[in-house]
């Protein structure tokens, strides 16, 4: 048992210490984010939909979540849910819903943690460099979900710089 | 119940669209995870002490883990939440329990979703920007693995710019 | 980093502060509630059938929870999850059970916190407001326990007012 | 083994049916919730602290949470916990606190599901009734997090009949 | 590794088959829950206390919950994991919470998975058999919930045999 | 809100008093338990797999647990899993999973907390009434689970009365 | 109720306490698991996709876990599920995806506590006695994870002895 | 964004590919838990105390647990928890307590995952090596718990080599 000799012997060298340079990201502001969750909520409301919009940031955490009044209590975690699901994959849920039904191999992605993978959630991009997500639960349907999603980034798109 | 109507004319407006701009972010690198992670786990194995250390980036998700051999299973789950916890408040852990000590009011800090207040776990700053964290477990006293941390940090210290 | 100015200009301005109104919403008393979990207890008692009754507030909060004897221990959270799944949905969990049959896409709704998708729930309405729900566990079929529940809904209608 | 019999019998009866009145209740609606949550974050945004501040309805389910720009993600659910701690004990969680320091055989409120009791989270009342509550979270200092939580009620508080 | 083989010789017999006899067990009926839960709600009601009563059986699973009307969400649990932890350890919560109050190595015993040591948690019992516990949550102090939940048992006290 | 009198109307009186009586029932003992496990381990080893076996209690707590070398860590939770779902649902694992896939509207019931649906759990009757469960877990196929469980119950058959 | 006394005549007696030996194991090193880790990290980089990878020892606790710049959140928990899915079950998780695509009575594979059932995780062996395992998680498609899995013990196959 | 041909770059080189060497462990076995755990409970039951024994392989996953006539649910996990958190710390949990009550800074010890530290956990050792650990629980007193565990090594203590 000479582990710990040979622990002080672990040398996990950087080929060289001045290649690792600190990573400079864009992320949500709490600004847009409101604008977003407004945006999907009354877009739904327009169209007769009471639902819980969720906005998080790059890494999946909450910015912004709105309940619309008699949208029912699972639209809450339902709306956050597909927001961390479409930013940490960096698609559309509904682009994800596609694939498990054309390659049923994938069809575990669903029991990632966290992961809801159900029409609604969309990424908030500048360029290529995703910067967060939109999540909309509570219509009877993903697709008007993402519909509420979509228009809701639509109206901020000239922010996204 | 007329809400949908209502509910249409939220109207949450910035007061101007123009004052939104995206955040400019420093972000913990893998690279420099890596460093920190071997320099914590060497330091502390140096020392006799077979520890895990986590390495946070700013949002709290684990960029780099790392559990030396006979160190016991739940120092995974104690790195990484020291981590956490350190990165999300912005300050050592070890002034958290302190702070708790004088301030009994402060005690249910415990009590928050994946916090752990016991010292090891230390901010990594470029000036007083919070870009990451990195959490240590295992050593017999909170203020040995937080000597881990500091020296894994020392080392990284002119990176962080 | 200039946010925090920044955030001090954040204005989510109502259009007009006048046109806030507190919700004025009719909810399951406790009294209904115990009528409408002894009413599903019983009648499928008599038809043979051990089971849970669970009936929810309408935000998916339990009032009252009935387990028969010899009712195994998996029906008081299967009757409850119903029961949830059924009020925050507004429309029986069967359903939900034949959408998700003929929408693939929507199958990933069972993975919503809280909910199980099986029948036995079933939403207690005044006209279109729904104002809880009442789930039921243990028969030997789903649609055994939608039957119960509704026969307990049927004898509390005149009251639902 | 003749349950099934005896279970027939359970008469549970009301002493009158006529009795049983469904509940007429007010309720938090999303309208007066954003301007709660933005009222604290701005007011705390103000003194220089970044919040996230959440506010729940009667049930304790949220209905509007924003996280300011570097607000840490711990403050997400510290916010909600402290709302839904609030909204369901029907007083500040600030006296909760104390009521613990003075009551040790109270101290084990903190292990309920979902309770957070450090200051910050106060009831929105319409007279004697609890419509809802605020949770603030991220200020050094829970007393802090409660002077924002107060002064966002303030701001509505014409609105709140 | 001919731990296959070695398992095979695994002979854990018991000194004699014959002396291996079926428990015969007391158990909590439904009829008698719903007693108890309804008297320890009524009489938290005449004193002005709003609460939920949980009844478990011997194995400290739910019987009956009822939630009077304006009883906080969280009297749910509380009362549940009263019940539990009463039902578990074979005495009321209230003196676990003196015990832990004069012997500090066993305050960890509120760590324990379902356990909630506050007053308000009292044993069922047949002699010295205990066949169930009530648990009661919502009256503004432990000693109140207790009373109740004694109160309720005083009354059904000669059913228990 | 005089929904504080109102409750003191509450009168769920049993038809009679009279008519509760105490459940009497037979629960599994630990020396069969452990019989029942050993048996289990001990039929997989000579077949060649390395297995867990679980043995559940009425209530679907566990009463004894033996893991062989060499079995994963998951099948703890497995063997766990299947005795308490088979406990509860008083049928093997492998005939809930024949009519799921006969009937897909019962697809759910694997969402139940705490069910497992894999064949390889056993219900342990004295005539019809269930009185605990064995789960296996760990061989290349839940069929080859089950015929541990039913060769371990086959084994202290005889003391089941 | 004389089981205490019962309780004192259990006798497990091995059949020959000489029978019972100490398990001598192979297990993986730190040294190894960052080896694997950083290998599958990098090869995935060649590939273009930024992965977490995963290296748990044979009890299924993480050794070392890295995070490449870009991989969203969800791959931490996705690498340390397919890591520890593979190690346990003993196979790569690919073919467990495969089986359960040729029987539908293994489908409920994927509610097992821990397991996540996509290609991605493959076990590391020393002969027949699996020591460990990776899992990689973020690329693109399962099998593309399990090639950076695969390349990654390539590397280091000669060190597993 | 030129983080994918950076990730390239890492370069976690080990001192010398020949240090890396697969660790040699010792583990409890199937036939040596048994005993520890029979020992245990028969031993508490002696002394008239129904417990749970609980052991656990040196990675903290559960070995043999069995649970005594009478002993309530809870102990079911206490035990298993106690186990786990004496093989991971390396120490009894009543040196663990001891340790709390002269440095409140360790308090938090207890918010790790799985750890409950009360006495009644006790590792066991071959020389300095921690091979597993029995948890018991369910005495009246952590050292009623303990001593239980004491006795029960003790009688295997020749075969630890």
């Known amino acids: 048992m000479n582990r710990i000799l040979l622990a002080g012997t672990i040398a996990l060298a950087l080929t060289s210490a001045a290649s690792a340079e600190v990573l400079k990201e864009n992320n949500m ?48 975690s339902a709306a956050s849910q597909k927001a961390f699901t479409s930013v940490s994959a960096r698609i559309p849920t509904s682009v994800m819903v596609e694939n498990i039904q054309k390659n049923q191999g994938a069809a575990q992605l669903v029991a990632i943690d966290g992961f ?44 996204l710089k």
Do not use: M, W
């Open 29 to 76: 502001p709490l600004d847009i984010a409101v604008e977003l969750a407004q945006g999907a909520v009354s877009t739904c409301a327009a169209d007769g939909y009471n639902v819980s919009a969720a906005v998080v940031d790059r890494a999946g955490v909450v910015r912004a979540l709105l309940r619309a009044d008699n949208a029912g209590p699972h639209t809450v």
């Open 116 to 159: 809801l993978v159900l029409a609604g959630g969309v990424p908030v991009k500048i360029g290529k460099e995703t910067i967060g997500a939109i999540g909309v639960g509570g219509a009877p349907g993903g697709h008007l979900d993402e519909a509420c999603a979509n228009a809701a980034i639509a109206k901020v798109q000239d922010q």
